[in-house]
């Protein structure tokens, strides 16, 4: 007995009608292979998401792979905590099978209460997740996945990087077997251009015609099938792409000469095989030019171990504690691991024991290996040169500097700058635009009176000759080869509008401590006042600090620390760019600057003053922080000593041309000082965050303002300023918040990233430039009839090829950086 074979109308998977689920929508019966596909449809269906299923193409039949999809549990180590208080995760997602699954799963997540934001890469399969954790939790986000057929996985960072290989190992296999082949066309195809000048037997033209048409098979239907694929898909979608002119160039040619073949006239098998080479070689070297723009994640990704050396837990002396190699993923806070020589550090953490080198440059750019002694911070990714490390683990697996910098990186590289959005629009509008003048080209040809063999040559010389790929990569390939060369010098760009917006900086401003000075403090002297011991004061303003990540505040502390004596305050509280304060024994205290002091009524002595005899001698060379208490007034002094980075001065004389500014919280004296050292015009001392804010919209009005800082009190001016550029200082946090991340603690980057972007804005204009010219000439040749198919087939490809080379030159100017000269005749050949 046979049963009637139907589709699920979910799935699509063929099954006998007699085991159908059957359900009815709108009025409708629609019967299915199981009731988990059925409830997958009225989910998506309750969603208002049905147009899903006629959008979707390229589905393979057949339920997904849901099956031992991992709980929550095994994502937790995952989850990122943004600075607003929402939580984000990365994942891959398993069952996707076309560009509508992407859009059912992004409006699935959007109408889940709670979900603020998710982005899904159909390239690699990976989704960026961000939601509200008192709205819904992570459990709900990965069951709703689930529920509509997709399976959950857990990030996995090198399925990029290998999915790009894949595509370059197919696409030089169909290049190698179309030039084989190729060439094999082109000799029977002289032949036969002999025999037309000089004669030649009937059957001998005849056999060296279907052999001709033998051998072009394989060419239009295997290698050709990747641009065929595509052209199908986007038709159906009612687009048109680069693949529908290369495609429909190919059939026609192909069928033209065949159908000549099969009436005794003559053939352009030749035209059709080597148009699909060419394209071919030049789709391959625009790949391997993507391959290496985008290496950079990939590169990242590796510099994580898969295993680390842990220590037992214990209180006993870490030599006797035994060791055991476990997965670097199952590392958790605390836990105490030991790296050494040659060996990479597994996560952030804090050096407990132990004196050594390791070496930052696959991170920071910094080529000079750095000391590091208990109590030092240590990064994840960084190689042990020599000696070993004991530390402890203080960062999740997410967290980490190096966490940061790869999700930074790889949502620059998929994200698109405003010029690029434009030439997609253009692209779209350009590619029927071609049909429409392949199809009077043949018009025309046939109507100047040409055979209709020569009428098709003109139409498919017009379809293959135009070149939207080349309009398509003049954007994405210099954005993506600028990002990847500024994140191997130690700098991170948040997208592709940031490199365009870097165009328009006509001012710097720098914070002062921690961007232009290094940030790492210390205290030189202490000054006490009505009794109180200098060991005292100090315990008490490292109790008000404790936990504070400002310089300032770590040095009072670290100098505590090397005492001993530092402890946590109650009710502690911190006033961005003035100070903090909380209670001791009773008594309420302050540390903090002297607007801090005066904001809160301390009464200063003289003795303590900064316009003091004592005070004079350090000012402009020191940070002074005083103590006060509530009642009595101030009771002490510190006196903090930092040092101008090595590279500062550089960095100003190179933006020479732009405006240069430092914005400060500090005293006067101190800034001026900074200023002079590094040659900066202009300084203003004493500022409040929100001051600092105005000065940005002040200088806004003259022109794009780029603001360079470190703190939290830096933040408000970063945000407001067309480009905010933060150094890391060891915190993940901060690649969300700014535009511009500088992890190697060189301020000279600055004027490199100014750089680098103006280079790639440059070489940008010239790929459009050249995109649009090479079109406007190319198209009218091609349909005067001036040009053979297989001239334009090699034109279209050398024109991919030059884009990708141009916009290669990003990363070869990039490194020319280094040098003062050509950074200012970059910035001033804007």
């Known amino acids: 007995m046979s049963f009637t074979k139907i589709r699920c109308a979910h799935c699509l998977l063929e099954f006998n009608e007699r085991d159908a689920v059957i359900d009815n929508f709108g009025g409708a019966d629609k019967k299915f292979c199981c009731a988990g596909c059925r409830g997958i449809y009225r989910l998506v269906n309750d969603a208002g998401l049905d147009d899903f299923y006629t959008r979707r193409d390229g589905w393979s039949a057949g339920p997904s792979d849901t099956a031992n999809t991992p709980n929550a549990d095994v994502f937790t180590g995952s989850v990122r ?63 709703r996945i689930a529920s509509i057929g997709y399976r959950p996985l857990p990030a996995d960072a090198g399925r990029a990087e290998r999915e790009l290989e894949r595509e370059s190992r197919d696409l030089l296999i169909r290049f190698g077997t179309a030039a084989f082949f190729s060439m094999q066309v082109m000799m029977y195809a002289a032949g036969l251009y002999a025999g037309y000048f000089d004669g030649i037997d009937l059957r001998m033209s005849a056999m060296l015609k279907w052999l001709a048409l033998v051998l072009s098979a394989p060419v239009v239907t295997y290698c050709a099938m990747p641009f065929h694929l595509s052209a199908f898909r986007s038709l159906a979608y009612g687009a048109f792409g680069m693949d529908a002119l290369i495609s429909a160039g190919t059939i026609i040619t192909f069928l033209f000469s065949l159908f000549e073949l099969l009436h005794g006239r003559d053939v352009y098998f030749d035209s059709a095989t080597m148009i699909v080479t060419f394209v071919l070689l030049g789709r391959y070297i625009e790949n391997r030019a993507r391959g290496r723009a985008s290496g950079a994640i990939s590169r990242l990704a590796r510099l994580a171990p898969d295993t680390a050396r842990r220590l037992d837990a214990g209180n006993g002396d870490f030599a006797e504690r035994a060791r055991q190699t476990v997965s670097a993923a199952e590392l958790r806070l605390g836990d105490m691991v ?12 804090v050096s407990e024991l132990g004196a050594c080198e390791i070496d930052e440059s696959m991170l920071t750019g910094e080529a000079a290996p750095v000391a590091k002694r208990a109590g030092a911070m240590v990064i994840g990714g960084t190689v042990v040169v020599s000696g070993a490390v004991i530390f402890r683990v203080t960062k999740n697996r997410d967290e980490t500097i190096l966490a940061g910098i790869t999700r930074a990186v790889e949502n620059a590289m998929s994200s698109k700058a405003p010029v690029e959005r434009m030439a997609d629009r253009i692209s779209s509008i350009f590619v029927p635009a071609v049909f429409v003048l392949s199809g009077l080209a043949l018009a025309a040809a046939l109507w100047r009176g040409a055979d ?17 790929c080349a309009l398509g990569l003049a954007t994405p390939l210099a954005v993506v080869t600028a990002i990847g060369r500024a994140a191997s010098r130690g700098i991170i760009v948040a997208g592709g509008d940031i490199l365009e917006r870097l165009r328009g900086v006509k001012t710097v401003m720098f914070d002062k401590t921690g961007t232009l000075t290094t940030g790492r403090m ?95 001698a350090m000012n402009g060379s020191v940070t002074h922080v005083f103590l006060g208490r509530a009642d009595t007034g101030v009771i002490a002094r510190f006196d903090l000593a930092d040092s101008i980075r090595a590279d ?16 400060t919280g500090d005293i006067e004296a101190s800034a001026a000082r900074v200023a002079r050292e590094c040659g900066i015009p202009e300084y203003r001392a004493g500022l409040l965050p929100e001051q600092k804010l105005d000065i940005v919209n002040e200088f806004r009005l003259k022109g794009g303002v780029m603001m360079v800082g470190d703190g939290v009190n830096d933040a408000p001016a970063r945000a407001a300023a067309d480009i905010g550029v933060a150094m890391a200082q060891g915190s993940a946090s901060v690649f969300e918040s700014a535009d511009i991340v500088i992890v190697s603690g060189r301020i000279s980057a600055v004027p490199e990233i100014i750089a680098i972007g103006r280079r790639a804005w440059r070489i940008i204009r010239q790929n459009l430039f050249w995109a649009f010219a090479y079109n406007a000439v190319i198209i009218p040749l091609a349909m005067a009839g001036l040009l053979h198919p297989i001239l334009s087939a090699c034109a279209m490809a050398l024109s991919s090829a030059s884009v990708a080379a141009n916009s290669m030159r990003v990363s070869r100017a990039a490194m020319a950086t280094a040098s003062v000269r050509n950074i200012s005749s970059s910035l001033n050949g804007r």
Request: charged letters at 15%; one cysteine or more.
């Open 81 to 143: 905590v943004s600075s607003d208080g929402s939580r984000a995760i990365g994942i891959n997602i398993g069952g996707i099978r076309c560009a509508s699954c992407v859009w059912l799963i992004e409006r699935m997540m959007g109408k889940l209460p709670g979900v603020i934001d998710a982005r899904i890469n159909y390239a690699t399969h990976s989704a960026n997740i961000r939601w509200n954790a008192s709205i819904t939790n992570l459990g709900e986000i990965l069951q």
């Open 338 to 349: 030991e790296a050494l020589p040659g060996e990479f550090i597994a996560r952030d953490g």
């Open 452 to 468: 209709l063999s020569r009428a098709v040559l003109t139409a498919v010389s017009v379809l293959v000759a135009a070149c939207p």
């Open 522 to 616: 210390r205290l030189v002297n202490t000054v006490p006042a009505g009794g109180i011991s200098p060991d005292d004061a100090l315990e008490i303003a490292a109790s008000l600090e404790y936990g504070s990540v400002h310089p300032v505040a770590q040095a009072i502390t670290g100098a505590a620390m090397g005492k001993n004596i530092v402890a946590a305050a109650e009710n502690a509280s911190y006033s961005p760019g003035l100070g903090a304060s909380g209670d001791r024994s009773g008594y309420r205290y302050f540390a903090g600057n002297e607007t801090f002091m005066c904001m809160n009524n301390i009464a200063m002595p003289d003795g303590l003053r900064p316009d003091s005899p004592d005070g004079q």
């Open 648 to 663: 500062a001065a550089q960095a100003s004389r190179t933006l020479h041309g732009l405006d240069t500014i430092i914005v």
